[in-house]
């Protein structure tokens, strides 16, 4: 019997490397499916219909949020974006862990549907090295950096509602930190319990 | 600053092999403190003071527990035994994640006095190996092994109260899974608070 899969959302600061860590945790490890939202806005130069995004019309999505086919979606900049069901389903269905990168409104609807799903913050190690690693990054305006660092504020305002906050100062160091928090929450008691059971019905055949 | 260590109680199936795993871990990794209980059993053949227990009269022992200096104690067969609160209270202190060997009964104690205690239970792949190990050990008499089985039944229907369900099928496995639980433990939020405030904090310097 397969056991089932986790559905882990990874929200972090931007800037906190968290889309490095999961890329690379996936292509070090067969069992997790990194889910692929779905949005309104146009493709980038470079961006694969498929890969990055699925890339849909506003009537299209809008029909998918009529037929429940999102697990979670806001609107941002006037462009929507949400994570399709069915994968998530069909994947964790097939016992592997499935990974939503998504910021913390999305995070908060899919633990209030799936109260089992796993939440992971992804921090810098400190907030001067945040800052940098936002101006660091050369292409910004300040006027864009201040908007992300006051969002930064704000994302950290609600940390709390997760369930571990993991620091990315080494990327190897993070990647396998985050691979063993999953690992180990397939321990929960809670996620055993088919197992408990059947070690406590034959415990009871042996008396 | 010196984070605070964890309180882990292990607990497990009579036969699951929890002592070899526990023994095998702080030798491995030298951020973990092993509590010795207080009882007042005689000593066995090559048990020492200090070691396996410390040995105690039962004047001493009632004295401990009036004196609120036992974190969690309990009386079988007409003896004492129980964890002394200094050891525990200072290692912790120290840094170091303690681990407390007990029954249920005790774990629940301390579950209530300290909540974020992390609950370990051990237990063997299935019943059939459980069953095989207890007789295995080819030196206890038909009696006591169904004795034992029967208190399995009863430890099993506590198995919801703790945090983790570990199968010790492999002994190096399981050494480092209950390592790497513990580790992960601690990037639990609501132990990483301190941190997540000080960065809060910073970001708002920024701004």
Redesign the interface.
Known sequence: MEKKGILVVVSGFSGSGKGTVMKELISRYDNYALSISATTRSPREGEEHGREYFFKTREEFEKMIAEDALIEYACYVNNYYGTPRDYVEEQLGLGRDVILEIEIQGALQIKKRYPDTLLL?I?PP???T??NRLVGRGTESMDVI?SR??R??EE??G??N??????NDDLNACVE?VN??I??EH???SR?LE??N???A??????
């Open positions: 913050f921090s400190d907030a001067q945040l800052k201040e660092l006051s930064a504020v950290a305002e940390i709390e997760y369930d571990y906050f993991i620091i930190e063993e928090l690992r180990g321990r929960r008691v055993s197992l408990i059947e070690i406590r034959d415990l009871k055949k042996f008396q």
